[in-house]
């Protein structure tokens, strides 16, 4: 298994453009989730889903757009890049274990954003 | 909404001596998970150990363990033996549902 893919590793963009950010799972895992990480701060949830189909916003929504069509996909859009979502983000996900939600987040590698 | 709050940004301990690291969250559910995770400089997000809130007996994970006080939502991390391996950013994280929500951070640093 490849586990949690994150594409590109690294990107620059410009105030204004548009980007989506690529995750995908081999694992059959229900539960996907976008953080960003910040100095400091520590990593903050941006959306998540419990499902294809499904998706909820985090602590910190703005700015970002999500879809889940498939299982495997859950793609982050920004829409107009800003400076401040210069940050590293990282995709995981997890397997929702018959109503306990035990099971260990895997998280990607990481995408490191600078939007100028 | 739930937070976790990790009141130590940094600190350090002398190798082969004992840290804990501190952390506190709220939440008005009884059936949740809590989590410790490393991240080393690479990046790389591990998982250290997890606790299950109907549990009352502390996780314990080789030279990792926790003090788990559910009625006072504290859930510290206390690494025995300090190695140079344990050096990295340490998080603190609650689950419940489908989301993760984690705290922001402690580094640690071991001094040899």
């Known amino acids: 298994n490849a586990g949690v893919t994150q594409t590109p590793k690294f990107q620059v963009l410009k105030t204004g453009q548009s980007m989506t950010l690529q995750c995908a799972q081999d694992m059959n895992h229900e539960y996907m989730s976008w953080y960003r990480q910040d100095p400091g701060m520590g990593l903050r949830l941006i959306h998540y889903s419990v499902g294809a189909g499904i998706t909820d916003q985090g602590e910190v929504p703005n700015g970002y757009n999500v879809s889940r069509s498939t299982t495997e996909d859950f793609p982050l859009r920004l829409l107009s890049a800003a400076p401040s979502q210069t940050s590293v983000y990282f995709c995981?996900?997890?397997?929702?274990?018959?109503?306990?939600?035990?099971?260990?987040?895997?998280f990607g590698p990481g995408t490191r954003l600078t939007v100028l | 909404a739930q937070t976790v709050t990790q009141s130590q940004p940094e600190m350090s301990v002398q190798e082969a001596e004992t840290v804990t690291l501190s952390c506190t969250y709220d939440?008005?559910?009884?059936?949740?998970?809590l989590f410790w995770y490393k991240q080393p400089p690479s990046r790389q997000m591990i998982l250290v150990i997890r606790q299950e809130a109907y549990k009352q007996q502390n996780a314990t994970e080789n030279r990792f363990s926790v003090n788990f006080q559910k009625a006072a939502k504290s859930f510290s991390l206390k690494i025995s033996d300090s190695q140079l391996g344990d050096a990295a950013m340490y998080f603190c994280?609650?689950?419940?549902?489908?989301?993760?929500?984690f705290g922001k951070g402690t580094r640690l640093h071991i001094l040899p």
């Open positions: 994280a609650y689950q419940d549902q489908g989301k993760i929500i």
């Open positions: 939440t008005s559910e009884s059936d949740y998970y």
């Open positions: 995981a996900s997890r397997q929702r274990t018959s109503g306990k939600f035990r099971n260990e987040q895997f």
